[in-house]
């Protein structure tokens, strides 16, 4: 069965700063669709940000960046110029290729931003 | 487009009684899954289901249960229920082409609050 885990149960980061979200998986198939959701308080789960498995570029949206190592097994995000509104947990999830919607979630990490 | 709706986004019960949880997906969209989130256990997936078929399902009891319709809305149904059962219930929804494959991105609703007292 895959799993996803996220090592850091909370981090904070300064307003404008970068900071990094780390998420590694194990999984014995080598087609899989990887993502990044946002929760905030509110509790309605927002795409930050997905990336398949085949590509090697990572992938890209505005202040959010990805660093998939597909041989490691890791998948980190980087939210540049962190603002306020960033604040919230991250959940790092993982999907098979084929057949099916099923997530298989991370933990999550809460991330906290000061002004 | 309007989002992924769920009703109600509140509810309390007490324990034995059974509830019904409602999913209206994204206009087009003919997957619907459910997920359950706890404090303790994380986000868990319930099930999943596809042109009115449950075609995954994740490790919960036969207490839980759901089915689609023919609009694709979905309903979930929980019966005899437990303070464990006590969490936020997301539905969310996806395009899905016939095949079965699927190569969208899940929407997810606001949720359903429910609390068992």
């Known amino acids: 069965a895959q799993t996803v885990t996220q090592s850091q149960p909370e981090m904070s980061v300064q307003e404008a700063e970068t900071v990094t979200l780390s998420c590694t998986y194990d999984?014995?198939?080598?087609?899989?669709?990887l993502f990044w959701y946002k929760q905030p308080p509110s509790r309605q789960m927002i795409l930050v940000i997905r990336?398949?498995?085949?590509?090697?570029q990572n992938a890209t949206e505005n202040r959010f960046s990805v660093n998939f190592q597909k041989a490691a097994k890791s998948f980190s995000l980087k939210i540049s110029d962190s603002q306020l509104g960033d604040a919230a947990m991250y959940f790092c999830?993982?999907?098979?290729?084929?057949?099916?919607?099923?997530?298989?979630f991370g933990a999550g990490t809460i991330l906290r931003v000061k002004s | 487009k309007a989002g992924v709706t769920q009703t109600p986004r509140y509810l309390i019960k007490t324990r034995g009684q059974q509830v019904t949880l409602s999913c209206s997906p994204i206009?087009?969209?003919?997957?619907v899954s459910w997920y359950q989130q706890t404090p303790g256990q994380g986000l868990q997936f319930l099930f999943e289901?596809?042109?009115?078929?449950?075609?995954n399902k994740g490790n919960f009891p036969g207490r839980f249960s759901g089915r689609q319709f023919s609009n694709s809305r979905s309903e979930m149904n929980v019966s005899t229920l437990e303070l464990g059962d006590s969490a936020l219930y997301l539905c969310?929804?996806?395009?899905?082409?016939?095949?079965?494959?699927?190569?969208?991105?899940?929407?997810f609703g606001p949720g359903t609050r429910l609390t068992v007292l």
């Open positions: 990336q398949e498995a085949y590509k090697q």
């Open positions: 969310a929804s996806s395009w899905t082409h016939m095949g079965g494959g699927s190569t969208d991105t899940q929407y």
């Open positions: 206009s087009g969209h003919r997957s």
């Open positions: 289901y596809f042109s009115e078929t449950q075609r």
């Open positions: 999984t014995s198939e080598s087609d899989y669709y």
């Open positions: 999830a993982y999907r098979r290729w084929e057949y099916g919607n099923k997530l298989v």
